[in-house]
């Protein structure tokens, strides 16, 4: 799933806020097809890790109570603009992706 990540952070006195939106199904295994009747299989985020300077400072277990392509939100403080950090998330069926940001 490339390109699924679209993140931003930008540093107000000493915290850094960052933003993310993440473009996946979401989907919570328990829906079924409309036209089929089948379930839908069960496609969901488990673990988001944003990383900064090499430490991690948020990570977040999800499951599939998860709206589809969830929007996150949190500050740290220690960044300072021009470095980066970088986000990445891993699913149920075993993908993954992941982003850096420069910190503005």
């Not at 989907?27 to 036209?35: A, F, M, V, Y």
Request: proline fraction near 3%; charged fraction near 25%.
């Amino acid at each position: 799933m490339a390109d699924s990540i679209k993140v931003r952070a930008k540093v107000k006195g000493d915290i850094c806020e960052v933003k993310a939106l993440i473009k996946h199904p979401m989907e919570t295994g328990l829906r079924k097809d409309s036209k089929t009747g089948k379930v839908i299989p069960a496609h969901f985020i488990q673990e988001v890790i944003v990383t900064h300077k090499g430490a991690e400072v948020m990570r977040a277990n999800w499951g599939g109570a998860i709206s589809q392509n969830p929007y996150l939100s949190f500050s740290f403080s220690g960044a300072a603009k021009g470095e980066e950090l970088t986000l990445t998330w891993n699913d149920n069926t075993g993908e993954s992706d992941s982003s850096t940001a420069k910190i503005g």
